[in-house]
């Protein structure tokens, strides 16, 4: 029987190779010309949020790069934790090249979940830019670990992580806890991670994470200050679905290191399938921004085209700063397997993560 682990690096290698060869010959993108017509670039969440910062900023870039350079305009449409909007996208969207969808780990979640509000297919979407994020797990200076080759010393200790809820992003480090085998309590009904921060500050969390500017502005200090320990970063997927080292975090091991060097063998198993599927789609390719159903090629073509130049764009890249990071972002073809694999999991671990959240946190999704 094949290593589960193995099973897992297999089945996001084997998504990304399926899908570079299942890209078609694109139109040319001179055909399509945009010029005086406003573009609606959908966004299920209030302003403000990061999806929504996330977009406001790559708009007039994107307006720049497409042909006849258009005016592209963000189209707030919060509810339902990002379902309601994307699902009256997906319901409403015309395939013309005048709307697109910028979406969220927090709107994947739910369509991997198998969340029965969901009323789009991720995969009837054609994703045209693909952007990670990043975070880092740490602890307190006090417990007198040094890095993850020690957890084994408080495996045993009650941990407490502040949430924000059982479903949200927080479900990746929930899963990441689980695999680790460490005995945490999840508190649920944070606003948001600075809370969890705040918490950890107070001595009321022991076990934190924060994205990776939020780690870099308010929890280094803490680092330097000998207040706090890193334990490891989520890491990101290469081109080849590998997890590799975070680059904002060259010197903190990832995930998949840190289990190692806790347990002396790789991680592997059901929940490590899970987990990889949630950590996919909630940091490795966080936001993607697609174009409905049915839009042709030769306009997609142009998207990609069009984001690809932005990405490369000198003023973009001077300016890019604490909303896209050290990130590369993914552009052209490199968009369609990080997609794949950031909207797919496998159906066993599926109904294991279902089963987890049921019996764990009284979480039902029928």
Do not use: C
């Amino acid at each position: 029987m094949k290593s589960p682990m193995r099973l897992a690096r297999g089945a996001v290698a084997a998504v990304i190779a399926a899908a570079g060869l299942a890209l078609a010959t694109p139109g040319p993108a001179a055909a399509v010309d945009f010029s005086g017509k406003t573009v609606e670039w959908w966004i299920p969440f209030s302003e403000g949020g990061g999806s929504d910062v996330w977009a406001r900023f790559f708009a007039p870039y994107l307006a720049r790069h497409l042909p006849g350079q258009p005016n592209v305009i963000i189209r707030n449409v919060p509810g339902g934790g990002s379902i309601t909007g994307t699902n009256e996208f997906a319901a409403r969207a015309r395939p013309d090249g005048l709307s697109l969808l910028g979406t969220s780990g927090s709107t994947q979640f739910p369509y991997l979940l198998g969340d029965t509000r969901v009323r789009y297919e991720m995969a009837d979407f054609e994703p045209v830019l693909v952007s990670p994020t990043g975070g880092v797990v740490y602890i307190p200076a006090s417990f007198g670990i040094t890095d993850a080759s020690e957890l084994g010393q408080i495996a045993d200790r009650e941990l407490v992580y502040a949430s924000q809820g059982a479903t949200s992003l927080d479900l990746v480090p929930m899963l990441a806890f689980e695999v680790l085998g460490l005995n945490v309590r999840h508190v649920f009904g944070m606003t948001g991670r600075g809370d969890g921060r705040l918490a950890f500050e107070r001595g009321e969390a022991t076990i934190d994470y924060q994205t990776s500017s939020a780690y870099l502005t308010n929890v280094v200090p803490l680092v330097e200050a000998g207040d706090a320990v890193p334990l490891f970063s989520y890491g990101v997927l290469d081109a080849e679905g590998n997890v590799q080292r975070d680059p904002s975090f060259p010197d903190i091991p990832h995930f998949l290191e840190a289990y190692e060097m806790m347990h002396g063998e790789p991680p592997s198993g059901v929940a490590f399938d899970a987990y990889m599927a949630f950590f996919s789609a909630g940091f490795a390719a966080q936001k993607p921004a697609m174009l409905p159903r049915g839009t042709a090629p030769e306009i997609v073509e142009a998207y990609r085209q069009a984001f690809a130049e932005a990405v490369a764009d000198p003023a973009l890249q001077a300016a890019k700063g604490e909303v896209l990071g050290e990130y590369d972002q993914a552009v052209g073809e490199d968009t369609v397997p990080l997609y794949q694999v950031a909207t797919s999991i496998d159906p066993e671990a599926r109904e294991w993560v279902r089963g987890y959240l049921r019996d764990n946190h009284r979480v039902t999704l029928d």
